[in-house]
T-cell receptor, first 109, second 113 residues
Framework: KNEVEQSPQNLTAQEGEFITINCSYS?????LHWLQQHPGGGIVSLFM???GKKKHGRLIATINIQEKHSSLHITASHPRDSAVYIC???????????FGKGTKLTVNP | DVKVTQSSRYLVKRTGEKVFLECVQD?????MFWYRQDPGLGLRLIYF???????EKGDIPEGYSVSREKKERFSLILESASTNQTSMYLC????????????FGDGTRLSIL
């Protein structure tokens, strides 16, 4: 079983919809990252969380340490949000990350 | 802004060739990483370096080696390229103990024919 599981694998939405992507992990972590990868592009970091909630524009990330679960929400989705969203966790004192397999989001106009 | 630069966006090589992928970062980061990304498998760590000349195997090191002679540069070497090494390769870097996100390069799409 993978240490980091994301759901759904694929998600199609209409412009304006509220979107949620989920991430569950089975190991102790020091931080959880949400990353975004546009088609053909590099990966950018959206959030790094160790507790609670963070917001940046239309994106919100939450984490529940007790339940080992995190969610990424996108409000008022837009076609430019179409990308692969990747959850990754940093275990203990290591700088290494363990990655989920990603969620491919397509937002149609 | 942190810049992680990979030497090529696209590369085509032949089976059996020795292939070098180069990565340079400009933020004096101690830690550098090489990943490969394949459909359905996500990102997998090939090798990790935590300092000049220091390296650690990742999850899938077979068929690869690395070199870190200078702090800013981390090279991935395919000793004898094979078709199953066709993939997207991504380099990343992060400072030590600063609780910061990794910074990624744009990736190299490598095809081995």
């Amino acid at each position: 079983k993978n240490e980091v599981e994301q759901s759904p694998q694929n998600l199609t939405a209409q412009e304006g919809e509220f979107i949620t992507i989920n991430c569950s992990y089975s190991v102790g972590i020091s931080a959880l990252h949400w990353l975004q990868q546009h088609p053909g592009g590099g990966i950018v970091s959206l959030f790094m969380l160790s507790s609670g909630k963070k917001k940046h524009g239309r994106l919100i990330a939450t984490i529940n340490i007790q339940e080992k679960h995190s969610s990424l929400h996108i409000t008022a989705s837009h076609p430019r949000d179409s990308a692969v969203y990747i959850c990754a966790v940093r275990k203990g004192g290591s700088e290494k990350l363990v990655f989920g397999k990603g969620t491919k989001l397509t937002v149609n106009p | 802004d942190v810049k992680v630069t990979q030497s090529s966006r696209y590369l085509v090589k032949r089976t059996g060739e020795k292939v070098f992928l180069e990565c340079v970062q400009d933020m004096d980061h101690e830690n550098m990483f090489w990943y490969r990304q394949d459909p359905g498998l996500g990102l997998r760590l090939i090798y990790f370096s935590y300092d000049v000349k220091m390296k650690e195997k990742g999850d899938i090191p077979e068929g690869y080696s690395v070199s870190r002679e200078k702090k800013e540069r981390f090279s991935l070497i395919l000793e004898s390229a094979s078709t199953n090494q066709t993939s997207m390769y991504l380099c990343a870097s992060v400072g030590q103990g600063k609780n910061q996100p990794q910074h990624f390069g744009d990736g190299t799409r490598l095809s081995i024919l």
